[in-house]
């Protein structure tokens, strides 16, 4: 099939604004700036990741009141300077045979505390450490954890769209035959589709049947689908550099009155954390949320995850939705969510759309029916 051309890419004054805000943010919290190594937070401030993420040392410094910079290893400064954000980071490379962090050093405050990627290698907050033996570091994720979780429009559209790819993969999949065939088989046609409908990635293709359905995070196996399983597809990954991740459950043949009876009630705990997404809810208010309808109904000790989580250039990221997280809502967060029954050694039920913020409440990313599908 034919896959629509993608979107734009971002601009130089799209990055320009994310250093931005990341400076802000970080003077808010007190540090002295944001180390950011390969991986995605780099290329959500620059567009830049390069060929290979070894030893060799990258790392982006955003500080308040200071131009951006980032060292590089001399033989990846060409690529570097092609990045979209080049023209607003002083780049400054090293060699083979030096020390990196010797030349880094004199860019970074030397008392200072700074936030760094979660990515950043020890071996590089060892080195920067041994080279500026007063700083501090904490980790990014808990020190600002969102920096990337509200998106701009060109975000959210991007989003959308990998729901929409991965819904369509849904409505394929449950075309296909299951009973007679291995997980493994289905999880491959998953990862097919996925590609076919334009993702560059594939994260995860979970096909939980029967009684494997009961581990939220089974990983597919050789285990032949049989006439009367329950079945959890939990599916995802990157389309235009942002993620889709969604998840159904289906049943091979009619099911059995209990078997209907959990799928409803885990159809009625997500509906209700949906309906509670609004700007200034909190983020276990979501959580608890779907959690009351499933603990009300008996099956309390079988929901046995967080509701959710945030989603953007990964899958998983900031923010979570889980008792004890405090932080409010705002429009233009993603998050899934995903409430669960699982019974141990007999079958699981899960059932999961990505969420976004807007100005009134919540609007879904992903479309497909929350019925329980009958496949064969």
């Not at 009300?296 to 000790?301: H, I, K, L, P, R």
Request: proline share 7%; net charge negative; aromatic share 6%.
């Amino acid at each position: 099939m034919a896959v629509a051309a993608g979107p734009a890419p971002f601009t130089a004054a799209d990055f320009r604004r994310r250093m931005a805000r990341a400076a802000e943010q970080t003077s808010a919290a007190g540090l002295s700036g944001v180390l950011v190594a390969p991986g995605p937070d780099l290329v959500y401030f620059t567009g830049y990741l390069p060929v290979a993420i070894t030893e060799r040392l990258t790392l982006l410094a955003i500080q308040p009141g200071r131009p951006a910079v980032m060292i590089t290893p001399s033989l990846e400064r060409p690529d570097a300077e092609r990045a979209p954000n080049a023209a607003a980071i002083e780049l400054v490379d090293w060699t083979d045979g030096s020390d990196p962090f010797t030349v880094f050093a004199p860019l970074l405050d030397p008392d200072g505390t700074y936030a760094i990627s979660d990515s950043a290698w020890a071996l590089q907050v060892l080195g920067l450490q041994r080279a500026l033996p007063r700083t501090g570091y904490v980790s990014m994720t808990e020190a600002l954890p969102m920096l990337r979780a509200i998106k701009g429009p060109d975000e959210l559209a991007r989003l959308a769209a990998a729901g929409a790819a991965a819904d369509a993969c849904y409505e394929q999949i449950v075309q296909v035959p299951f009973a007679g065939r291995t997980e493994n088989e289905v999880a491959a046609d998953l990862a097919a589709l996925l590609m076919e409908h334009g993702h560059s990635q594939v994260d995860f293709t979970v096909v939980g049947s029967g009684p494997n359905g009961a581990n939220p995070h089974h990983e597919a196996d050789d285990r032949t689908i049989e006439d009367g399983d329950m079945i959890v597809l939990d599916f995802g990954g990157l389309k235009d550099g942002y993620g889709s991740d969604t998840s159904r459950t289906v049943h091979v043949g009619p099911p059995t009155a209990e078997e209907q009876a959990v799928h409803d009630l885990v159809r009625r705990a997500q509906q209700a954390g949906f309906e509670a997404v609004r700007p200034g809810a909190t983020c276990q208010d979501i959580d608890r949320a779907c959690r009351k309808v499933i603990a009300d109904a008996g099956y309390g000790e079988c929901f046995l995850h967080r509701t959710g989580h945030g989603i953007g250039l990964t899958t998983h990221e900031p923010p979570y939705m889980v008792e004890g997280e405090t932080r409010p809502l705002e429009p233009g967060m993603c998050f899934s969510i995903e409430p669960g029954v699982y019974l141990a050694g007999r079958f699981g039920v899960r059932i999961e759309d990505i969420v976004t913020v807007t100005q009134d409440g919540g609007r879904r990313l992903n479309s497909t029916s929350h019925e329980l599908r009958i496949v064969r």
